[in-house]
């Protein structure tokens, strides 16, 4: 871990320094009060000062409103091309949480915020970081994040597809774009479908949605140790033990299946946090990964299921042809492709500077089988129609 230092009351200070987003120690830290102004704390944090927060904490969350307004004044250039808006944006985006996340608190040994008026953070600090050790800088972004994904664990997510809650971990992507998970809950099972695998498992959402549809074993896989840790929470939860074994960290579990369900993130881009690992995908690893191991792990007769979105083809990012290229090269064919439209949010908002990409939007599961056991004239039959 990295070490922050500070000058406070005539003495030189210094604490860990953490970061989900992997964001270096700030090189100059002042101490600010329920004195900072606004605009005092704007500028300094534009000039890379980070700002050690110790008035009354809803005035540090004033502080921030008031920082995150005026970070907001000027809005994200436009480019010529939806993929050269994406990064623009991206860029942007990336900009403001470096600022934001100049204002920051200090956890003591115990992970308490000492501060006046602050909430108990320990048992959200202890699900999301692990035991504590020692005095700790975090952004006050980031704790605020850590005390929502607290609240969503706790009261769950709503998942009409399995009839239960699910309670997603700090750090593991939440099923609230449940249109994916309704696609794998109506499309057709291999005949005889035994055993399964679900890569990417996440929440285990998938895993348990496949067990449900009576699935005998279900092997749920991750790289993540925290959506591992939250799998295994949501098969406890809902009494699945006897279908569902998560297996990991790994891609692929060991053995051949009936089915492979995966997920991939669905845009080629770095992430920049452990929760944007579930959206982003450098150079679509696991998409690949996913198709070039497939054939070695289905018996004859089984079928893969790539749920994917098709938001990376409308932002210039991955092409379809790119796509069938890769399933082609993988020895597979597509026997079959269910599809959807998103129900977010922001698929229909205009002010979104990615909205004409978002609007148009598919979310497709795309059924898989080795291109060997797929005759010529079904080939045919399946193949995707021609886009517009």
Excluded: K
Excluded at 84 to 111: K, P, T, W
Aim: charged content about 25%.
């Amino acid at each position: 871990m990295s070490t922050i230092h500070w000058t406070e009351d005539r003495t030189a200070r210094s604490a860990r320094w953490h970061s989900e987003s992997a964001a270096p120690p700030p090189r100059r830290v002042v101490v600010a009060d329920d004195r900072t102004t606004a605009a005092t704390a704007h500028r300094l944090a534009r000039e890379g000062t980070a700002l050690l927060w110790r008035g009354d904490f809803h005035n540090a969350r004033q502080l921030l409103s008031a920082m995150r307004r005026r970070a907001d004044r000027r809005p994200p250039r436009r480019g010529d091309t939806p993929a050269e808006s994406f990064h623009l944006h991206r860029e942007a985006r990336g900009r403001r949480a470096r600022l934001l996340g100049r204002l920051i608190v200090l956890l003591e040994d115990d992970h308490t915020l000492a501060l006046r008026r602050a909430p108990d953070v320990r048992q959200a600090c202890a699900e999301a970081y692990g035991a504590p050790s020692g005095r700790t800088a975090v952004a006050l972004t980031e704790l605020l994040g850590v005390l929502g994904a607290r609240q969503w664990r706790e009261r769950g997510v709503e998942v009409p597809a399995l009839g239960a809650r699910i309670h997603p971990h700090y750090g593991v992507f939440s099923p609230v774009r449940g249109e994916y998970v309704d696609l794998v809950a109506r499309a057709p099972l291999p005949a005889s479908c035994r055993t399964a695998f679900d890569l990417g498992t996440g929440t285990g959402v998938l895993a348990a949605v496949l067990a449900r549809r009576g699935v005998g074993h279900v092997a749920a896989t991750d790289i993540a140790p925290r959506a591992l840790a939250c799998a295994r929470d949501t098969v406890r939860r809902l009494g699945l033990g006897g279908r569902v074994e998560v297996v990991g960290p790994a891609l692929f579990p060991e053995g051949r299946a009936d089915l492979v369900v995966c997920n991939p993130p669905w845009l080629p881009a770095r992430p920049t946090s452990a929760v944007e690992q579930g959206v982003y995908d450098p150079d679509g690893e696991m998409l690949h990964g996913f198709l070039n191991g497939l054939a070695d792990h289905l018996v004859p007769g089984g079928e893969g299921w790539l749920i994917l979105s098709d938001l990376a083809e409308h932002l210039g990012l991955r092409s379809r042809h790119e796509l069938l290229s890769g399933i082609e090269a993988a020895g597979l064919r597509v026997v079959g492709r269910l599809d959807t439209r998103p129900r977010h949010p922001r698929a229909r908002d205009t002010a979104d500077p990615l909205h004409a990409a978002r609007s148009a939007e598919v979310t497709s599961l795309w059924r898989l089988r080795r291109a060997a056991e797929v005759p010529p004239a079904a080939r045919r039959l399946a193949r995707p129609p021609a886009r517009r």
